[in-house]
């Protein structure tokens, strides 16, 4: 294990573009709207919107949907 290498420099994951999906959940939160409304109007599966939320959830280190506000309106992303 003392090889071994980050794949990805934490750095890096906060500074790389949302996708067009991420962009849109993190409005939809912002705005207020439960994951079985993001993936209704987003038209994909309850499951994939979850991901996407604990994806930006993780890239932002953020503990709860609260703290991904703040963090993502500290990116200026919402």
Do not use: C, Y
């Not at 939809?28 to 993936?39: F, T």
């Not at 932002?60 to 609260?66: E, G, P, T």
């Amino acid at each position: 294990m003392d090889q071994a290498t980050e794949l990805f420099d934490p750095d890096e994951r906060d500074d790389a573009p949302l996708t067009p999906h991420e962009a849109e959940v993190l409005r939809l939160l912002a705005g207020g709207a439960k994951d079985e409304q993001v993936a209704r109007l987003l038209g994909i599966s309850l499951r994939t919107a979850r991901r996407i939320t604990a994806n930006l959830s993780e890239r932002l280190d953020a503990a709860s949907r609260f703290e991904l506000g703040v963090a993502a309106a500290k990116r200026g992303w919402v």
